[in-house]
């Protein structure tokens, strides 16, 4: 890590760069298979928020139309 830090701040480049760089180089070989608990967890979560939108959005829509009906109503008695 120091040698890729000590060549990309010989080639000019900035402090912050150069430790990303070396901290993304020093990184990349520290990758490893997650545990099958992990690994199952992105499909659980999307399943428990396409859940979440089932129940939620029938009552996002109907609070939509019953503010714009609440509008209308108030717009068209002020002309009467």
Request: glycine share 10%.
């Amino acid at each position: 890590m120091n040698s890729i830090f000590g060549v990309l701040r010989s080639r000019g480049a900035s402090v912050k760069a150069a430790v990303a760089v070396a901290l993304l180089v020093s990184a990349a070989g520290a990758h490893a298979e997650l545990p099958e608990w992990a690994s199952g967890i992105g499909e659980k979560i999307s399943g428990a928020i396409a859940d979440s939108a089932a129940m939620v959005g029938p009552l996002f829509a109907a609070a939509l139309v019953a503010g714009l009906i609440f509008k209308l109503v108030k717009r068209f008695t002020n002309k009467v």
